[in-house]
């Protein structure tokens, strides 16, 4: 049957899988609801549609928190740590967000949620006022750019912005650690 073939076709994504199939199941009953004519019967009736696995908690502890702002070592761990307080204290902001990120006028920094940026008429606009609390960290890596921060001076790509900062949250909390940059989004939500 095509629908479990090409469900089987994304094993290796399992979260396609799951979302992926559920829409076209989705749009088979509505079509069925809405049009006047006869259509075939579901293809999806005879199928068991695959489930996401829970991801668990990204979110991480006051502690770890603290140890991460308490850090004062430099290089990557040192970068890390300051763009985990960043992030943190700019509700969330995504690593390739902070890399990307254009202007920053009188105390507002704004950006195009890179993430969902094509999906919204509003390119995903978001406007946040900066806390005096993180200005000198601000300050550390302003340049007069395009860009507001240093990073692409750094950084070829996003991509290795993000991993040098898993790699410094690492070095900070420990090789063991699951915690990423991405818990800093997480944590703050």
Request: charged share 30%.
């Amino acid at each position: 049957m095509l629908v479990l073939e090409y469900q089987n076709s994304l094993a290796d994504k399992p979260r396609a899988q799951s979302m992926y199939v559920n829409a076209l199941s989705h749009l088979w009953e509505e079509a069925d609801r809405l049009l006047d004519e006869e259509i075939p019967k579901s293809p999806f009736r005879k199928i068991k549609i695959a489930k996401q696995k829970p991801v668990g908690q990204r979110a991480t502890t006051i502690n770890v928190i603290k140890k991460i702002y308490e850090y004062k070592g430099g290089g990557r761990a040192g970068l890390a740590r300051d763009c985990f307080i960043l992030s943190f204290c700019l509700m969330g902001m995504n690593a390739v967000d902070l890399y990307n990120c254009k202007y920053l006028k009188k105390g507002v920094l704004c950006y195009d949620r890179c993430k969902v940026k094509d999906r919204r008429t509003d390119n995903a606009h978001t406007e946040i006022n900066v806390h005096d609390f993180i200005l000198p960290i601000i300050k550390k890596y302003k340049i007069e750019s395009t860009y507001v921060f240093d990073f692409h001076k750094r950084y070829r790509r996003s991509d290795d912005f993000s991993r040098a900062l898993n790699i410094g949250l690492k070095t900070i909390l420990g090789e063991r650690t699951s915690v990423t940059f991405y818990s800093a989004r997480h944590s703050w939500a």
